[in-house]
């Protein structure tokens, strides 16, 4: 863990046996964090002093996505073992196992509330889950590929999903029903991404392109243009003023959502960038990269 103001290491969290492949803070509270492994673990840690509050075993094979959610009382895991466990925070006690995918789950999110789960898999669907019963309440299928990336809308009514078929669905929460299928893209799409207010819809492709839609109306507001390699990242800062890509071209590039003009190119990094953040506030981005390291931009 890293001092965002001055760069200096803060903490290193030792523990894990293998890759570590997911992790999140516990926003906006911002005092626990979760790492999920290749060890077939999830272990909690406190932001504060570095110190290993529980290490979770339940999983047979590799984590890969995490969440925590809103009341930052429950982590939901994502594993190649194709199921979604359900830990308590205070206890560690594994509550639920989701199941009913039948390939790796690579994505988790809760809705607002934190009564809501879903979970993107490599099986080319989606399912949507109640957090309390344990009880799968939609599968949302109809895409011909692996599933990348989930994500609820601001109020949780939608759900978007991207997949290596080339397509981003966006799903009716409630009914489960698919209400647009966007199909612009001319590469498997690697990630998307609704914005805090739900007026823009964001996807990024293996083509090497991002789309910005008009999210109501699902019409193409402008794209993204300029990257030489595929994008596998895609952000808005918490403002909604700025999008934030990262590619395999090493670069990261920040986006004007209104025009799709590029404000700015961030280089520096000697391999490609595979991941990319703003903080809480928006002012700060952290962008990770397969040469081993992390880099923090103002």
């Known amino acids: 863990m890293w ?25 906006p509270f911002g005092d626990k964090i979760a790492t999920g492994s290749f060890d077939k673990t999830y272990k909690l840690w406190s932001a504060d002093t570095g110190k290993c509050f529980h290490t979770h075993r339940g999983h047979s094979a590799e984590i890969v996505c995490l969440s925590f959610n809103p009341q930052s009382t429950l982590v939901a895991t994502g594993s190649m073992d194709s199921t979604a466990k359900l830990w308590d925070v205070q206890t560690g ?5 989701f199941l009913g995918h039948f390939a790796e789950i690579i994505s988790v999110s809760f809705n ?8 993107g898999s490599f099986d080319h669907t989606v399912s949507l889950w109640d957090v309390n019963s344990g009880k799968r309440i939609h599968k949302l299928t109809g895409h011909n590929a692996e599933v ?12 978007v999903s991207g997949s290596m078929d080339k397509t981003c669905k966006i799903w009716d929460t409630a009914s489960g029903q698919c209400i647009a299928t966007l199909k612009d893209h001319e590469d498997e799409i690697l990630d998307v991404c609704f914005d805090y207010t739900g007026q823009y819809l964001l996807t990024a492709s293996a083509d090497g392109t991002a789309h910005v839609y008009n999210a109501p109306t699902h019409v193409l507001r402008c794209k993204l243009e300029g990257h030489v390699g595929e994008i596998s990242k895609i952000t808005f800062n918490p403002q909604g003023t700025a999008i934030l890509t990262a590619s395999s071209d090493k670069t990261a590039r ?12 961030l280089e520096g990094h000697t391999d490609e960038i595979f991941s990319c953040a ?12 397969k040469d081993n390291t992390c880099r923090i931009w103002r």
């Open 148 to 159: 990348s990336s989930t994500q609820f809308n601001w109020d949780c009514s939608l759900i």
């Open 93 to 97: 006690t594994d509550l639920c196992t």
């Open 278 to 289: 703003f903080n809480y506030e928006g002012n700060i981005i952290i962008t990770g990269s």
């Open 112 to 119: 607002s509330t934190g009564t809501q789960l879903i979970t």
């Open 254 to 265: 920040i986006w004007d959502p209104e025009t799709g003009n590029c404000k700015q190119i």
């Open 3 to 27: 001092n965002t103001a001055s760069g200096e290491e803060l903490h290193t969290f030792n523990g894990h046996t293998n890759v570590v492949y997911a992790i999140a803070f516990n926003n």
